[in-house]
């Protein structure tokens, strides 16, 4: 089998993980070995044995730190038992307990910072997979628009041309009436190229407010889904980063009241709250169906993971509402009172 075809072994994905498992035994031995030669090292090979099976948990998972911790207890605790060390008796016992039980615990803390690292990678994969489908959905949507309508556009003014040329000497009426068309054609592809630029990068133009980038788009909006968009707009001066965020937000509950709610009129606000500001886009349409837009993954819906991954960025709270009768999403932007004076 060619080598291109086989899984990468642990040792070559995370060689330290590998090297832990390989060398905790040798090192669990030594310290007992130590601890047998030298028994007033006693207290320093408790401690580096709790680190060992702290990290090895920390590496390896709770199961096998687990096993870690046993094997510690099960080969220390007679060593200390048979040699001449400085704690004997009861209080050797207790010692050993206290020891066994700590063993245990740190087996348990070092595996809760390896699963809390391990959520994160899934949740990163997760996160990955959803920006490769949003950016596939992008491509499609704009390949989609483009041969819907540029291009089949381009293609009878193309036509039009010809037959303007054609019969121009022949009849000049004629021949204006296409240019007219041609022209006419030209002009409405020029409108949805621009409408579907500002979709595509829906963010203040530099030196542009943001309430005259959100009544821009706004405009744009609804010539691109056919609806009516309000806008009412508090003069709030807003972070560029706040503002780019909201306007991203925005976007996508039109887009989501546009195109898969059949709404025919959508709302947009920004009003001062306490310690901030709030915006809120209310649409008429039939909502989000079956799907709970709180939802921690929401198939077919990437804009709503957009739009709650978008809020966290700036600390924001997002709150989604959806009935029959329309949706309402609002989200609060906590920010500094010298940033927001409304």
């Known amino acids: 089998m060619s080598h291109l075809g086989r899984r990468p072994s642990i040792a070559s994905r995370e060689p330290i993980v590998a090297f832990a ?131 089949q556009d381009l293609t009878s003014v193309d036509m039009m041309l010809r037959a303007a040329a054609a019969t121009a000497r022949a009849d000049h009426a004629r021949a204006r009436e296409l240019l007219d068309k041609a022209r006419a054609i030209t002009a409405r592809d020029v409108e949805a190229l621009r409408a579907e630029l500002i979709a595509l990068a829906p963010r203040a133009r530099e030196g542009q407010s943001f309430e005259a980038a959100m009544r821009e788009r706004a405009a744009a909006w609804s010539r691109c889904y056919g609806i009516a968009v309000e806008v009412d707009l508090a003069p709030v001066e807003l972070p560029p980063d706040v503002g780019r965020t909201l306007l991203q937000i925005a976007q996508e509950a039109v887009v989501n009241a546009g195109r898969h709610a059949g709404a025919e009129r959508v709302e947009i606000s920004l009003a001062g709250c306490e310690s901030g500001v709030e915006l809120r886009v209310r649409d008429d349409g039939h909502g989000f169906g079956t799907v709970d837009p709180h939802a921690a993954s929401a198939p077919g819906h990437i804009g709503l993971a957009s739009m709650r991954e978008r809020a966290a960025l700036i600390d924001a709270r997002l709150s989604i509402e959806s009935s029959p009768d329309g949706s309402l999403v609002s989200l609060r932007v906590p920010l500094r009172d010298a940033e927001a004076r409304g």
Do not use: N
């Open 21 to 151: 498992a390989i060398r905790l035994p040798i090192a669990v031995v030594a310290l007992a070995a130590v601890e047998a030669l030298a028994p007033a090292t006693y207290g320093a090979v408790r401690f580096l044995a709790l680190f060992l099976v702290a990290a090895h948990g920390r590496l390896q998972g709770l199961r096998q730190g687990m096993w870690a911790a046993a094997g510690c207890v099960a080969l220390l605790v007679p060593v200390a038992a048979l040699s001449d060390g400085p704690v004997d008796g009861p209080l050797l016992a207790l010692d050993e307990s206290v020891f066994a039980v700590c063993a245990f615990a740190s087996a348990w803390v070092g595996a809760s910072f390896h699963t809390a690292k391990t959520a994160a990678r899934l949740r990163a994969r997760d996160f990955t997979r959803r920006l490769v489908a949003a950016e596939e959905d992008v491509r499609r949507r704009v390949a989609e628009a483009i041969h819907d309508g540029p291009l």
